[in-house]
């Protein structure tokens, strides 16, 4: 598994695109997403070392100049983040779940790494601002104490930059409702 992850959101399409591609040229770094989100920005996210990510960062930003919304580095990257933002996580027992509602598409992906490293949970989603005006969210899933401290641990890490709309923890969740989730 590569080491870090950069994450930059921009306010304009073409821009996006455009530092996407710089970002790909400057640095030995694998795009995991670029793409379109609400409302009207874009999202570009790559995984590598950590030199190489910082490097790619550092041109994405450039490049975007003031279309720049935010940005991350993860660095010590948890492994089921990726899967996590694909979709492709794979998911056998969901004993609870526990949702995490972010204001926006980095911070989603930020809770993400912290709930995994902090509890013994899965991700079965990371979902980044497709259709929800700019917002992203995570579900994941563990035995309920793992859940509930999981939960505690991002709204505990994240508290001071405000970046947490709400979040919920179901225990015995419906059999319907884990069927749609996965």
């Known amino acids: 598994m590569n080491k870090s992850l950069g994450l930059i959101e921009v306010r304009s399409i073409a821009i996006g695109i455009k530092a996407a591609d710089e970002m790909l040229k400057s640095a030995d770094v694998e795009l995991v997403m670029a793409t379109p989100i609400c409302p009207g ?10 030199g ?4 790619a960062v550092e041109i994405g930003i450039k490049t975007s100049d003031i279309f720049i919304v935010d940005n991350q ?11 996590a933002l694909s979709g492709t996580s794979q998911i056998d ?12 598409a980095v911070t989603s992906v930020k809770a993400g790494d912290i ?5 013994n949970v899965d991700l079965i ?8 005006g700019g917002k992203g969210f995570l579900i994941f899933s563990g035995e309920l104490s793992s ?3 999981a939960v505690k641990a991002c709204m505990n890490e ?19 409702l884990i069927e749609k989730i996965l």
């Not at 920005?41 to 950590?50: C, D, L, M, W």
């Not at 190489?52 to 490097?55: R, T």
């Not at 993860?74 to 899967?83: F, T």
């Not at 027992?93 to 926006?104: P, R």
């Open 125 to 132: 989603e990371i979902r980044i601002a497709r259709g929800l």
């Open 73 to 83: 580095i993860i660095n010590n990257i948890s492994e089921k983040v990726i899967p």
């Open 147 to 149: 859940v509930n401290s």
């Open 52 to 55: 190489s990510v910082k490097n």
């Open 41 to 50: 920005k874009y999202i570009i996210i790559v995984t590598g070392n950590v």
């Open 115 to 119: 709930a995994v490293k902090a509890s």
């Open 93 to 104: 027992d969901v004993k609870s779940i526990g949702v995490i509602e972010t204001i926006s």
């Open 158 to 176: 994240l508290q001071d930059e405000g970046t947490i709309i709400s979040s919920s923890v179901i225990a015995s969740p419906h059999k319907e």
